[in-house]
């Protein structure tokens, strides 16, 4: 019980923390301006990681390699704390495991922002957030607009991309049982 209980709130903790360095990076990719609330609460989250590593990393391109590397690290420190705790597994394995957490993380954000997306389609809030939403969207959308037309004045691109990122997360379980073994 013990071990579930400490796994479940590391998840917690390395799910956000993880997930503001990768909408750090994918948000500087996309150029979408940080001076809105999410922005800045991305900014206070990781720049405490991010400042020093550009120091010695820098972007490579539009891909902004501190942020990435920040998200590897906190996955890398959440596994390295349950190897301590268990001891099961060699501690060879540590990075990998860490990759596949970064790739989990970012089909878990994808995911949570299409369906964030969809909702405030539906509602069409007027907030900053909404168009912040929609220019981090519309790229990942734009491939299945193309191929899905509009059912009803419906757009079920989002449920396509959904249903692929849900295939993908099964895809990747598979891959890592299979590496793991």
């Known amino acids: 019980m013990f071990y579930q209980i400490i796994s479940f709130v590391l ?27 999410v922005g800045q609460f991305v900014f206070a989250l990781t720049d405490w990681l991010v400042l020093p590593l550009r120091r010695v990393l820098p972007a490579i391109g539009k891909v902004d390699t ?21 001891r ?28 964030v997306h969809a909702i405030l389609s539906w509602v069409r809030a007027d907030s900053p957030i909404v168009d912040i939403i929609d220019r981090l969207c519309a790229p990942l959308l734009r491939p299945f607009r193309k191929l899905i ?12 991309l959904l249903v692929l990122l849900q295939v993908a997360a099964i895809a990747l379980a598979y891959l890592q049982a299979a590496v793991l073994r």
Do not use: C, H
């Open 11 to 37: 998840d917690v903790a390395a799910g956000l923390l993880g997930g503001a360095f990768l909408l750090r990076a994918y948000m500087q990719y996309q150029k979408v301006p940080f001076k809105n609330p």
């Open 66 to 86: 501190a942020s990435v590397v920040g998200v590897f690290l906190v996955e890398l420190a959440q596994f390295s704390i349950l190897w301590l705790l268990t």
């Open 149 to 160: 037309p509009l059912v009803g004045g419906i757009d079920l691109s989002p449920l396509a």
């Open 88 to 115: 099961l597994g060699g501690l060879e394995m540590l990075p990998v495991l860490a990759l596949f957490g970064v790739v989990r993380l970012i089909i878990s954000l994808l995911t949570g922002l299409v369906i």
